[in-house]
């Protein structure tokens, strides 16, 4: 008698997270590869479906939140509409007054930091501010906008991404040398919140005061 055992068969499935428009010809490649290798491809999501590509900073302009809403170069509450400017990924399309909106997320570490220029020219800080933006072609990771502040004084207010690749040192350099170009001075900038090296050393300082 003979006994014929049916060979065992596994299916495995590979999930690849890879944003299609900051690493197209990866994609391509890994497809290719799949493809030549006798794998399936059952599946293609987009960067749409993910979300990719809709910057924090992207999704803030099209609401308008860098612009002000007031007179006075100031800001006022919320969008005078109930509809969103944006679409939301889930949920409703309007917010109800009565109820307002909750935003939750998360994001790495960002500094901010904010240098005073010793004018009333918003235009001036804003001048300054682009030019020392990575989207102005200016400082990378380093997001920058000029802001009214009163008193004869204005102010480059930043988003430092990447503190550790450029920090408050090297903002406060090039907001000098941009304002010097304009018949500007400038004030020490500061942080308006606890930078991340503050923080470190404000815990050691804690954990060592509780050994102690």
């Known amino acids: 008698m003979t006994s014929t055992m049916a060979r065992p068969t596994m299916l495995a499935c590979c999930k690849l997270y890879i944003s299609e428009s900051r690493n197209a010809a990866a994609l391509r490649a890994i497809e290719q590869a799949a493809c030549g290798g006798g794998a399936v491809v059952v599946n293609r999501f987009t960067d749409d479906a993910y979300n990719r590509g809709r910057t924090l900073a992207s999704i803030r302009r099209q609401l308008g939140y ?3 809403n007031s007179s ?3 800001w006022r509450g919320a969008p005078e509409t109930d509809a969103l400017p944006v679409a939301p990924d889930a ?3 309007r917010s109800p007054r009565s109820k307002g909106v909750v935003v939750v997320g998360a994001t790495g570490w960002v500094d901010n930091y904010n240098v005073p220029v010793r004018t009333g ?4 800080a804003r001048r300054i501010a682009r030019a020392v933006s990575e989207r102005g072609g200016g400082l990378p990771s ?3 906008m000029g802001l009214a502040h009163g008193g004869g004084v204005v102010e480059v207010a930043c988003n430092l991404l990447d503190p550790a690749r450029v920090g408050a040192e090297q903002v406060q350099g090039m907001v000098e040398r941009l304002a010097a170009g304009e018949g500007l001075s400038v004030g020490k900038g500061y942080f308006t919140d606890y930078s991340q ?3 470190v050393e404000l815990y050691f300082k804690s954990a ?3 050994e102690g």
């Open 72 to 74: 006075g170069n100031q």
């Open 208 to 210: 060592a005061n509780t």
């Open 66 to 68: 860098f612009k002000p």
């Open 91 to 93: 949920g409703p399309e």
């Open 197 to 199: 090296d503050k923080i």
């Open 142 to 144: 380093v997001q920058a």
């Open 121 to 124: 020219d918003v235009e001036a």
